[in-house]
């Protein structure tokens, strides 16, 4: 098969993978379907096997990630579609904001000082806890690399959708503001994904606190970077 057809199949395989398993997500809500663990993996396995070069497979399916610049002013929809939950709980977004951010940042830190790694590698874990196309432009200012970023994103995600509900209930939290909050700041779309399923407030203001928390990194990143 000659490298354009082997792109063509790649970014053809990888939407494939991602609308397959959103649909098997949706019939049956199991970790391992979500869209964020199943596509990649089948995708990777398929790479594998069928030994496509990367060079091949990134050829058509990195205008994917050219998405991400749009993805980020997408994001503006629904801050206007939700200004009045804004306006009615601002303290509740504000201090998750702060809170998600902070911990985000300190956490990695810690992780850094912990086990110690390079310094691209620590500089890419910094942004971890943000949505990916605000994760990505933060770990510039980091001194990161931005795909290793995305992919520590992903993972901090899915650890928030498996541990963020039996957490709540191990030390009792029932509010759905702090569900929300936490899920949204500390496991950004994956943690929002879950606050939905809990239920639509919870979703509401995750999302909310995703975005502002993403925009808060982006513009404290140079300042934070200078500070760690």
């Keep these: ?61 990195h205008f994917l990630v050219m ?61 971890r806890s943000v949505s990916t196309p605000f994760a990505m432009q933060a ?12 992919m520590l994103v992903v993972m901090t995600g899915i650890f928030g959708m498996l541990a963020g509900e039996p957490l709540f209930k191990a030390i009792g939290v029932r509010s759905s503001h702090a569900k929300g909050s936490a899920l949204g700041a500390a496991s950004h779309g994956s943690g929002t994904a879950k606050a939905f399923e809990i239920g639509h407030e919870e979703g509401v203001i995750a999302s909310l606190t995703m975005i502002f928390t993403g925009i808060a990194m982006v513009l404290g990143a140079p300042v934070f970077s200078y500070i760690l």
């Design 67 to 127: 998405m991400l610049g749009p993805a980020t002013i997408a994001f503006a929809l629904p801050i206007y579609q939700q200004r009045a939950i804004i306006a009615r709980y601002p303290l509740t977004l504000t201090l998750g904001v702060i809170t998600g951010l902070i911990l985000g940042l300190m956490s990695s830190w810690v992780l850094v000082r912990l086990f110690p790694m390079p310094d691209e590698v620590a500089s890419s874990m910094l942004a």
């Design 139 to 150: 770990t510039v200012k980091f001194g990161g690399i931005p795909d290793l970023t995305a």
């Design 1 to 61: 098969m000659s490298d354009t057809l082997l792109a063509i199949f790649s970014f053809a395989a990888t939407i494939a993978f991602y609308y397959l398993s959103k649909a098997a997500y949706k019939r049956k809500k199991v970790l391992w379907l979500a869209p964020t663990v199943a596509a990649p993996f089948a995708m990777i396995t398929l790479v594998i096997v069928a030994d496509i070069p990367l060079d091949s497979y990134f050829q058509y399916t």
